[in-house]
Nanobody
Framework: QVQLAESGGDSVQAGGSLRLSCVVS????????MAWFRQTPGKEREGIAA???????TYTNSVKGRFNISKDIPKNTLYLQMNSLKPEDTAMYYC??????????????????WGQGTQVTVSS
């Protein structure tokens, strides 16, 4: 059974930084797509960053240059480094894994395994 556990969410002021972690158990992260998503009440879940088995990354435009997705394969852990945080980054953040079918990993929320989420709140 694949399980994902996010951590690192917090309340910070605008301009601050946070690093989210996602520990995966029951599956290796070396061969699949991994991604970070976020969601606010009343809105659809949004894919913000993804990484494929070879380390190629994809970002949504709103986080490019501010967020960085990475993974530590021996630790089976996915990370999201978030810098220059803005109030509009406030959301519940989720990590997800899926099978890789080649190329860049997608950002639509079609992944098969999900964590429970960690809350990020950015105040102005």
């Amino acid at each position: 059974q694949v399980q994902l556990a996010e951590s690192g969410g917090d309340s910070v002021q605008a301009g601050g930084s946070l690093r989210l972690s996602c520990v995966v158990s029951g599956s290796t992260i070396s061969s699949g797509c991994m991604a970070w998503f976020r969601q606010t009440p009343g809105k659809e879940r949004e894919g913000i960053a993804a990484i494929n088995p070879y380390g190629a990354t994809t970002y949504t435009n709103s986080v490019k240059g501010r967020f960085n997705i990475s993974k530590d394969i021996p630790k089976n852990t996915l990370y999201l480094q978030m810098n220059s945080l803005k109030p509009e980054d406030t959301a519940m953040y989720y990590c997800a894994v899926d099978y890789w079918s080649g190329g860049d990993c997608p950002l639509p929320p079609t992944y098969i395994h999900w964590g429970q989420g960690t809350q990020v709140t950015v105040s102005s």
